[in-house]
């Protein structure tokens, strides 16, 4: 079965510095990976999906990620935050193949400093 | 274009009631997905829709959740004889294709049991 561990329930930085919240996820295949971005009383909003190719996966708001499969990791970056950045962050896993329900993660709660 | 949306938005209800959410997804998807939220938790499955027929409903906790897509467009999921642990964000997604589509959420309809 699918699992995904996000180890940090909360994370806080400063404006301007850079982000790096973990995940980590347990397929026996290769699997189909996902960050979103929920916003307070918002739905989910993808940021960026991995799939194959090129592991280090570029996405919206100027965030990326990077596949690594020996660590089994799909960690989600971004050089330097900003406060709108702040919301909850869900990694999620999928199958490739058949039905596409996602596992997902616990979340990373981030909060920005002024 | 329109994104998913989900009636009521919110949705107050005692102990032992039945309550319906709707689900309309964005038109042309043929996938259609439930997902339960409970605080502090990330979005857990509950049932998968391709057109008209549920394609995996092995999320469903026990056979008080029923969920139905007469027409292949909108859901509605329904909850009998309600429990203060059906406490929730119920968020419904839509995906263009089986497999490799992605899923776009709607802002979730909050329930509380009272």
């Known amino acids: 079965a699918q699992s995904v561990t996000q180890p940090d329930i909360h994370i806080t930085v400063s404006e301007g510095a850079s982000l790096e919240l973990r995940c980590n996820y347990s397929y026996g295949a290769t699997p189909y990976l996902f960050w979103y971005v929920q916003s307070p009383g918002q739905g989910l909003q993808l940021l960026l999906k991995y799939f194959s190719g090129d592991t280090l996966v570029q996405g919206i708001k100027g965030f990326e990620a990077e596949f690594k499969r020996s660590q089994s990791s799909f960690n989600l970056r971004k050089p330097s935050v900003h406060w709108s950045d702040a919301a909850e962050y869900f990694c999620a896993v999928g199958k490739i193949q058949g039905a596409q329900k996602l596992v997902f993660g616990q979340g990373t709660r981030l909060t920005i400093n002024p | 274009g329109a994104g998913v949306s989900q009636t009521p938005s919110n949705k107050v209800t005692e102990k032992g009631k039945y309550v319906e959410l709707r689900c309309d997804p964005i038109s042309g998807h043929t996938a259609l997905y439930w997902y339960r939220q409970s605080l502090g938790q990330g979005p857990e499955f509950l049932i998968y829709?391709?057109?008209?027929?549920?394609?995996?409903d092995s999320g469903l906790p026990n056979d008080r959740f029923f969920a139905v897509r007469p027409e292949g467009s909108v859901s509605t999921l329904k909850i009998q004889r309600t429990e203060r642990g059906d406490s929730a964000v119920y968020l419904c997604a839509s995906s263009d294709r089986q497999g490799e589509g992605t899923q776009y959420f709607g802002p979730g309809t909050r329930l509380l049991v009272l």
């Open positions: 829709f391709q057109g008209t027929g549920a394609a995996d």
